[in-house]
């Protein structure tokens, strides 16, 4: 096992402490838990948003250095 510092909003920080100290779990494990869901299972609408966001790189688009010259405004 290894100890990993993460930057978390402190609020966020607190409530979710708050949370595991009232239910009796362990942060880390729901961390741990949370992770490993993460890489185990690849969740339908990743999937499809990774489709969606390939399409729209794949899209025909022009440069436009200025909206104003380009559009006429």
Do not use: W
């Amino acid at each position: 096992m290894t100890l990993k510092t993460f930057d978390v909003q402190e609020d966020i920080y607190n409530k979710f402490s708050n949370f595991c100290t009232e239910h009796g779990i362990s942060m880390g494990r729901q961390i741990e838990l949370f992770m490993q869901s993460m890489i185990e299972t690849e969740p339908e609408a990743k999937r499809e948003y990774l489709e969606k966001l390939e399409e729209i790189r794949k899209g025909k688009f022009i440069r436009v250095k200025s909206f104003a010259e380009q559009y006429g405004l």
